[in-house]
């Protein structure tokens, strides 16, 4: 799943993740600290475009510039400024000591892309900065309601807790939801939810 699939994907007017936020995002949107926010695969822009209204200032990554192109779209619709870079999370780095939330839902990277990033993301928080994550688990593949097919792209809390190690986990769960997003995710859905804090 390439630029080239993503930028593919996003081409339709519409949101195929929708507008509104991922729900937990929205959920935890009142825990993540004032300043700035890193929405990690942020693709057509909808958490971002939330959190900003909090009054962070918001920089979304993405590889799709067709995705990147819709964020600034509904920022401007939704009358806020949002950053947007466009670069492959494999080739980016996430500035130490600098955010106080990393925002990442359904970035199923490859495992050792997404350990390297992680890892990135615990010294990128400023302390008492947050970490807010939802990604599909294994048990997904037997709903095949979205998310990647091969297992080793789905996260698990247990190897979370490793990736995410020096942070403290607030919340740390295993569920099975309804996940109502736009077209893309929609059905009962087998998700790891996470909120880490860096100590003060």
Same mark, same amino acid.
């Given at each position: 799943m390439?630029?080239?699939f993503?930028n593919?994907? &996003?081409?339709?007017p519409q949101?195929?993740?929708?507008? @509104?936020?991922?729900a937990? *995002?929205?959920?935890?949107?009142s825990?993540i600290?004032?300043?700035?926010v890193?929405c990690?695969?942020?693709?057509?822009?909808r958490n971002?475009?939330h959190?900003?209204t &909090?009054?962070?200032?918001?920089?979304?990554?993405?590889?799709?510039e067709a995705g990147?192109?819709?964020?600034r779209?509904? #920022?401007? #619709?939704? *009358? *806020?400024? @949002?950053?947007?870079?466009?670069?492959?999370?494999?080739n980016?780095?996430?500035?130490p000591?600098?955010w106080?939330?990393i925002?990442a839902t &359904? #970035?199923?990277?490859p495992? #050792?892309?997404?350990?390297i990033v992680?890892?990135?993301a615990?010294r990128g928080?400023?302390?008492g900065g947050?970490?807010v994550l939802?990604a599909?688990t294994?048990?997904q593949?037997?709903?095949?309601?979205g998310?990647?097919?091969?297992?080793?792209?789905?996260?698990t809390?247990?190897?979370?807790?490793?990736?995410f190690?020096?942070l403290e986990?607030? @919340?740390?769960?295993?569920i099975?939801r309804? *996940?109502?997003e736009?077209?893309?995710?929609t059905g009962?859905g087998?998700v790891?939810?996470v909120?880490?804090?860096?100590?003060e």
């Open positions: 390439d630029a080239a993503w593919n994907r &996003f081409a339709a949101y195929i993740y929708g507008e @509104i936020p991922n937990f *995002v929205a959920e935890m949107a825990k600290p004032a300043g700035p890193l990690l695969a942020e693709g057509e822009g971002a475009v959190l900003a &909090f009054g962070h200032t918001v920089t979304a990554v993405d590889q799709s990147l192109a819709k964020a779209r509904l #920022a401007a #619709a939704r *009358v *806020v400024e @949002i950053e947007t870079v466009l670069a492959d999370l494999g980016f780095t996430i500035k000591g600098v106080s939330g925002v &359904f #970035a199923h990277l495992p #050792a892309i997404r350990r992680h890892a990135q615990v928080l400023r302390p947050v970490f939802e599909y294994p048990a593949l037997a709903f095949d309601t998310g990647p097919k091969s297992p080793e792209l789905l996260m809390l247990a190897n979370l807790r490793k990736e190690a020096g986990f607030v @919340i740390g769960r295993e099975e309804d *996940v109502i736009g077209d893309g995710h009962r087998a790891v939810q909120l880490a804090r860096r100590h």
